[in-house]
Structure formats: C-alpha cells, structure tokens
C-alpha cells in the first residue's frame, strides 16, 4: 500500500488515463499513462497507446526544441516520458 493507503495507484492512473484518453483530453491521459507505470505497455498495438505515444513523442520533441534553443526557463523532460520515447526508437 502505498502511503495515502490506495492499495493500487498505478491501476488507478491506467484507468484514469483511459478515461481521459475517451474524453480527447491527451495531455491529461498521457500524464496519468505515465503514472501507470508498466500498467502503460506501449508494446499493445492499441489505437489508445499509439495516441499517447505519438502524444509522448511531440511532447518530448517540443521540450527537447525548447530546452536546445533556450526559448523557456525551466523546461524538463520527465524522464518517464523519454524512456517511453527511447523504446519506441530502439
């Protein structure tokens, strides 16, 4: 359990990311997909994990942009978000 005492927090961010994904609100699906942890399997060939993942993609790459032509202060790359990106590449 972890320390609020919700026994499984990665499968409720799964389902909530789901949820979010039906409602188009991909910023907030792919948030909570990231939270999911390995309950967020980007090898299930879904129309759902290839959304996210292409949504994943643009984010990192728009982050990567931003950070390289310093454009922003504070710009960070979760690296949660860049594994995902870097085991789609491999």
Known sequence: MD???FPQPALAAS???KVFY????????LRLALEAGDKFDIMHETKYVQTLVHKAI???TERRV??????QE???IDPRM???VN???E
């Open 3 to 5: 320390e609020d005492g």
């Open 15 to 17: 389902v909530g990311s």
């Open 22 to 29: 039906h409602l188009e609100e991909y910023d907030d699906a």
């Open 58 to 60: 643009d984010s990192y």
């Open 66 to 71: 931003a950070i390289h032509e310093k454009k």
């Open 74 to 76: 504070g710009v960070e």
């Open 82 to 84: 860049e594994a995902i």
């Open 87 to 89: 085991r789609k590449f």
